[in-house]
């Protein structure tokens, strides 16, 4: 690979200098803080007046952040509302937003936490106790019929359960001491509770927009995914206000009244570039201002172009998730040859940015829980076959689901991914058949329902630092995705979450980390770098490797600020 010359490899350097100060100070402070009152203050005097475009790979699944998991949806989401806490981009550890100041009480059962005053909604409603309770409230009583199995929800993620099955959730309640003083209860202590609460999934919405748009009734539609009309507009108090969202486009515009620093941006639009080319194309001719994410195959031209590249410290790991609900895959000496089939170091090198790592872990090698004596299985083309014939498989068809018309931070080449895995596969003696479908026809969720997926191609972006945020989501509880049920590891998580921070938490990660090289639930196959691509109007951005990235902190060159 050609290596950038000049001013450019001096950015290129610097953004992933920053990405991996922000990563390794993250992964050391997943101690409670001690936090400073915040400023409401704004940095920029003068008002935003820029117009910003931004290519993205594909299109939101809809804008209620309690409703879903994907990262171009949380991408709009964190532009307009916000949590009680937000992540140091210096330290990694959680910071004041919503929230000023927080205490824990009774040994980690209860926080309380002072809230921002003089904050509105952008509809006019104050923000104040009421309305953190009020959203508390409402994720913990979502029924079924608007969450489903709460697979993608991070409530669910966090907490356990919902109030249908209040025995096992581990959310005690919200009580209101005051028109800005809540505290938030636990039936169990978590250790990662304050970073959990940085999670886009915990932003506060305006309870009056709540109720107005019947936010728990899912009768619309976007990108294939059942929504409510609040799932269409959302209302918070962020930096910028949502104003409209059509299949390839949304629009905001910055918040006259927001608390904070307003930026630069007056209006900010994300635009869909399902083609690694298109996106490319964009940039070039000025349509567009930057993209996430750049691709391998683009990753070359931008250097040589000029345009600057920038890099994420990785903090996502990529996967092949194989359901057990399946039978023949229930057997572990199938999904062992599976394992075995799969030659992780081409892929890596062909299709991801270069320095992408392998793994045999889902844990990232810079959190605690990482295991340094698991090696998982590794490439093997004659034991896969040697696996195949000792186990009861009989060739029966396995359906491989893998998304096209995206590219995920995660997954920036899926097409080319699922081919390579799957002529292995075929060559080990599995019986493939594809099951192509595009994200924004639901791909999501036909991998993560109750379907007939066998294999499919999936990827986590870790939130927080903390390796609960990694193996919790995906292993904390039965989900129809990996379709296993595996009660000791489920009570090994739970334990694990609620040990405080130090030797054996880690221990009792790595053992977590041994089980799952073992069991092989899925394959993890690498930790994927991501880079975003800019133009020359982009002085600096904010870079984040848990893509914690809000527009108002984006600096424009003066000429076109």
Not at 234 to 248: L, M, N, Q, R, W
Not at 302 to 323: A, C, E, H, T, W
Not at 337 to 358: C, E, V
Not at 378 to 388: E, R
Request: aromatic letters at 10%.
């Amino acid at each position: 690979m050609p290596r950038p010359a000049g001013p450019l490899l001096k950015v290129l350097r610097r953004a992933v200098a920053m990405s991996a100060v922000v990563l390794v100070a993250a992964t050391a402070c997943t101690a409670a803080p001690a936090p400073g009152p915040g400023t409401s203050a704004p940095a920029t005097v003068q008002a935003p007046s820029a117009t910003f475009n931004f290519g993205t790979g594909s299109d939101p699944l809809g804008f209620d952040p309690a409703l879903v998991s994907d990262t171009e949806s949380y991408r709009v989401t964190r532009q307009v509302l916000q949590g009680l806490l937000t992540i140091d981009p210096v330290t990694g550890a959680p910071a004041p937003s919503l929230a000023t100041s927080w205490k824990e009480l009774d040994g980690g059962l209860d926080y309380s936490f002072t809230l921002r005053p003089d904050v509105k909604f952008h509809d006019g409603t104050a923000f104040d106790a009421e309305a953190v309770c009020a959203n508390f409230d409402r994720w913990y009583a979502l029924t079924s019929a608007t969450r489903g199995d709460g697979t993608s929800s991070m409530f669910k993620q966090v907490f356990r359960a919902f109030s249908d099955d209040g025995e096992n959730s581990l959310y005690e309640g919200c009580t209101v001491d005051g028109p800005l003083k809540v505290t938030l209860g636990l039936k169990m202590r978590l250790t990662g509770f304050l970073q959990a609460l940085t999670l886009p999934a915990f932003a506060i919405s305006s309870p009056t927009a709540l109720k107005s748009g019947t936010a728990d009734i899912l009768d619309q539609t976007f990108s294939a995914n059942k929504v409510s009309h609040y799932g269409l507009h959302p209302v918070g108090t962020g930096p910028f206000v949502f104003d409209s969202a059509s299949p390839g486009a949304v629009t905001m515009t910055a918040n006259p009244n927001y608390w904070g620093d307003k930026g630069e941006i007056a209006t900010l639009n994300f635009k869909t570039f399902e083609q690694p080319e298109t996106r490319l194309a964009a940039l070039e001719d000025g349509s567009i201002d930057g993209f996430d994410p750049v691709t391998p195959s683009n990753f070359d031209k931008l250097i040589k172009g000029g345009k600057q590249v920038l890099q994420r410290d990785p903090f996502s790991v990529m996967y092949l998730g194989i359901n057990q609900k399946v039978p023949v895959l229930a057997e572990q000496k199938v999904r062992e040859a599976i394992a075995a089939a799969i030659d992780k170091a081409t892929l890596a090198s062909k299709y991801f940015i270069a320095g992408t790592a392998t793994t045999a872990q889902f844990i990232p090698p810079k959190l605690s829980g990482f295991n340094n004596a698991v090696e998982g299985i590794p490439y093997d083309p004659q034991k896969a076959k040697d696996l195949l014939a000792a186990s009861n498989y009989k060739g029966e068809e396995l359906k491989f689901y893998y998304p096209t018309n995206a590219a995920r931070t995660y997954l920036p080449s899926p097409e080319k991914v699922y081919a390579q895995i799957a002529t292995e596969l075929t060559a080990a003696g599995f019986n493939i058949k594809p099951v192509p479908v595009p994200w924004n026809d639901g791909y999501l969720n036909a991998v993560t329902s109750d379907t007939d997926h066998a294999l499919s191609l999936l990827g986590w972006n870790g939130s927080y630092a903390d390796p609960d945020n990694f193996v919790g989501p995906l292993f904390g509880s039965p989900t129809d995705e990996l379709g296993m049920d595996d009660p000791q590891l489920v009570s090994k998580i739970t334990r694990a979450r609620g040990l405080p921070n130090g030797p054996e938490r880690t221990a009792a990660y790595e053992a977590i980390s041994k089980q799952l090289a073992a069991t092989v639930p899925a394959v993890p196959i690498a930790f994927p770098i991501s880079a975003i691509a800019l133009s020359d109007k982009v002085a600096s951005y904010p870079l984040s490797p848990v893509l914690n990235e809000v527009f108002n902190h984006v600096k424009l060159t003066p000429a076109t600020g």
